[in-house]
Each structure stands twice: as structure tokens, then as C-alpha cells.
């Protein structure tokens, strides 16, 4: 009976094993798009590629070389007059008029929001000072980024026989552009305000990219290319969980291109995988609390913090650090971000966990101004309390024993008096019967 028992959990333990193993095999997602990739930065590996060497035209992904180059030679500040060329682009635009004076940062969120051909080609002039010199830098800088099979002949992506690109290409430029502080910014805002020009009223350009719409989708920044509904490209930058990734489609559909980026998302997020460093909820140290009726309060993980690591790389290499806010003032509600837990990996910033309070705190009393929480104070005062009225205990206690020794002095004195009188009295008899 035993050996059988023995078996059957042997059999259990073998079927238990082998459909974690199956469960946490990775199906590669089928997508509708001629090429693809997606590059994990933690990692440093291609996770998912589909014909990443096949040229494909980028249409307006075009646009993050356009502006990798304005931001690379012009200030932001710096004025431009939009000549009748780049007013008269074709197809999408942010109707510019010629003589019209903007700035380059509204040139570039003009080229990357709205996807702006007119936008776009002026910073090329900007650039450049023509259009074909500014083409040949474009060639130029693509070839000098690691780009092997791209050519560019214009600078907003518009259709042409000799313009184009692949994944892997298109991939060198995103990771270059999106590296870059200012277009990571413009190219990650949902709304940009362009203030009344010389030639237009006041302009509000919006994104395409819907991702950026929702908060929780994790594209930080992108830019999407569109020719018609059956010639679809889009770059995007992704980071969620401490999981940083770069995600190019081109020859894609309109109706397909946001389900296939959501295919390569979740197949990425599946296959990369995450050393898990802190789990969600875990205390984390204690955040002080200006003017509260608490001045110090536990905080906690708001959600799970990862780290990915490179293949073969130990987890010796993840360090943590938590770094609390000071300047938390009451009344504060629970929920509140009042620090950060931060991830390293190699010494390298890799993720950062928001710290929350779980508790509201209300202003405290007037000594929370001298860093003492209203419990403190009442501890406070009930010792002072305490020891005043032990000090008077004692006090009364002393004056009672004065009082007393004084009286029993007293009383002795009179004792010795009327003892010598006593005395007195006795010898003056004595002497009476002699």
C-alpha cells in the first residue's frame, strides 16, 4: 500500500512539474505586419523579430530622424520662417503658411503630434538651409547609427520609391531618438499649444498615438507612420514594471497595428524574464510628516518592483535604495507618494517603485511645528502632569515633616522644661526638711 501511495505522488509530482514547464513556455504571437521588432533594454536581446531586414517604407516614423537632427543642431528657441515649400506640403500638416514665424519646438512637436509634413520639412530647412542637403545629413546620420539598409529621400516619411527602411534599422534610430531627453518629451505628450503666430491663431496639436492615452498601457513615447489603411507603421517606447522595451511595425493595416503591438507587448512581458526584488504592500521605512498629528509614518510599495537581468547575469548585481520626500505636509491622504524604491542593477537605475502611506494624516497641534506628533504630546504632558504632582506630593510631604519635627521640638523642649521644674521643685523640698 505504501509503495503504491509512493507511486501515485511520484506520477503527481512529475505531471505538476511538467505543466509548470508547459505553462511557462512563450507561444510567439502571429502579427499581420511585414516587419517587426522589439529590443529589450534591460537585457540588451532582440526578443521578437519578423522579417527585420526586409525594407519597408517608415511613411511618418520618418519624422523621429527629422527631429533627432533639429534638436542636434538648433536651439529650441531659435525662430524659423516657414518658406512657401515647406507650406505647401501635401497630406498631413498643421496648415503652416508661408512667412509664417514659429519656433523650432513648435516645429518639432508639430512634425511628431500631428505628424505635420509641413512641420517637418521646415526643420529640415531649418537644419540645412535646403532640402537636399538636409536629406544627405539624414542618409549620412542613419548610416552612421548602424542603419544598413535605409534611405531617406525626404523628411516627413511621404511615399516614395526611394525612401525607405526595416526593423532592425528603424530600431538604431528609435533607440538614438528616444535617448534624447527633448524629443523622449515631445514625442511621449498627448497635447502641445502652439500660442498665436504672425500668420495663425493659436494651434492645440494632439497625438495619434493612443497608447499614450491610457495611463496604465506603458508606452512612454512614440510616433506612428500613415499612408492609407492598408500601409500602417509605428515606433514606440515602452516601459512598465521596470521592463524597458523598443517596439517597431511597419507594412501593417490601421485596424491590425494596435493589436499587433499589444501581441508583441504581452509576448515580451512573458518571455523577458523578471527577478522579482520587492513584492507589493512590503514596508519601507518611514517618510516624516511636516506640521502632522503624526510626524513619521510607515510607508509601503505600491506595487511589485522587478529587475531584468541580462542572460547569464547574477542577481548579486541588483542593489536597492529608498529615497523618501521631505517635503510631506499634513494633511496628507492615504495613497499619497512619499518616496521611491529604486532598483539597480550594475550601479544603472533600472526601476523605480512608488512608496505610499496607507493612513490619512491630519494637521497635528501646535508642537508638531517643533516635530512632536499629537500622541507624543500627550505622553508629554501626562509625564509633566505626573511629575508636577509628584513634585508636589513631595513638597507637601517635606512641609508636613517640617511642621512635624517643628511641633515634636517643641513638645520636647516643653518635656525638658517641665522635667528641670520637676527637678527644681524636688531639690528646693529636700532642702525645707533640713
Request: with cysteine; hydrophobic share 40%.
Amino acid at each position: 500500500m505504501k509503495r503504491t501511495i509512493s507511486l501515485v505522488m511520484a506520477v503527481l509530482i512529475v505531471i505538476s512539474s511538467g505543466s509548470s514547464i508547459f505553462a511557462a513556455k512563450v507561444t510567439r504571437p502571429d502579427i499581420t505586419a511585414a516587419g517587426a521588432m522589439v529590443y529589450c533594454q534591460n537585457t540588451g536581446e532582440i526578443v521578437y523579430s519578423k522579417n527585420s531586414q526586409k525594407k519597408l517604407e517608415p511613411f511618418s516614423v520618418t519624422k523621429l530622424m527629422t527631429v533627432l537632427l533639429a534638436v542636434q543642431n538648433l536651439p529650441l528657441d531659435k525662430e524659423v520662417t516657414v518658406s512657401a515649400e515647406a507650406a505647401s506640403q501635401r497630406e498631413s500638416s498643421i496648415n503652416l503658411k508661408e512667412g509664417e514665424v514659429l519656433t523650432v519646438e513648435d516645429l518639432i512637436y508639430g512634425a511628431l503630434l500631428p505628424s505635420g509634413n509641413d512641420a517637418a520639412y521646415a526643420l529640415g530647412e531649418a537644419v540645412s538651409g535646403d532640402m537636399e542637403t538636409f536629406v544627405s545629413l539624414m542618409n549620412k546620420t542613419a548610416k552612421n547609427i548602424g542603419c544598413k539598409r535605409t534611405h531617406f529621400t525626404n523628411p516627413s516619411g511621404m511615399q516614395a520609391k526611394r525612401h525607405y527602411t526595416t526593423a532592425s534599422d528603424m530600431m538604431e534610430i528609435i533607440k538614438v531618438a528616444l535617448s534624447n531627453d527633448i524629443i523622449r518629451k515631445a514625442a511621449g505628450s498627448t497635447k502641445y499649444t502652439i500660442e498665436k503666430t504672425n500668420k495663425s491663431k493659436k494651434r492645440v496639436l494632439h497625438t495619434h498615438i493612443n497608447f499614450l492615452k491610457d495611463k496604465d498601457s506603458g508606452v512612454y513615447a512614440g510616433k506612428t507612420g500613415y499612408w492609407d489603411d492598408y500601409n500602417c507603421s509605428i515606433a514606440l517606447g515602452y516601459k512598465k514594471d521596470g521592463l524597458s522595451l523598443f517596439i517597431i511595425v511597419l507594412g501593417d493595416t490601421v485596424k491590425q497595428r494596435t493589436k499587433d503591438v499589444k501581441k508583441l507587448i504581452q509576448y515580451a512581458t512573458a518571455k523577458v524574464e523578471g527577478y522579482k526584488v520587492i513584492g507589493s504592500g512590503k514596508e519601507n521605512g518611514n517618510v516624516r510628516i511636516k506640521h502632522g498629528a503624526k510626524t513619521s509614518v510607515t510607508a509601503y510599495t505600491a506595487e511589485t518592483g522587478y529587475a531584468y537581468l541580462p542572460k547569464e547575469a547574477s542577481t548579486k548585481l541588483v542593489t536597492t535604495k529608498t529615497v523618501m520626500r521631505s517635503d510631506v505636509e499634513a494633511p496628507v491622504k492615504a495613497g499619497t507618494v512619499v518616496g521611491t524604491y529604486q532598483i539597480y542593477v550594475a550601479d544603472e537605475l533600472v526601476n523605480e517603485v512608488d512608496l505610499v502611506i496607507t493612513e490619512d494624516i491630519e494637521q497635528g497641534w501646535f508642537p508638531s511645528y517643533l516635530g512632536i506628533s499629537n500622541f507624543a504630546t500627550i505622553i508629554i504632558c501626562v509625564v509633566v502632569v505626573l511629575l508636577l504632582t509628584l513634585f508636589l506630593s513631595i513638597a507637601i510631604a517635606k512641609a508636613r515633616y517640617r511642621r512635624r519635627k517643628k511641633m515634636l521640638k517643641k513638645q520636647r523642649i516643653m518635656e525638658i522644661a517641665m522635667e528641670e521644674m520637676r527637678r527644681e521643685q524636688e531639690r528646693k523640698e529636700r532642702d525645707w526638711r533640713f
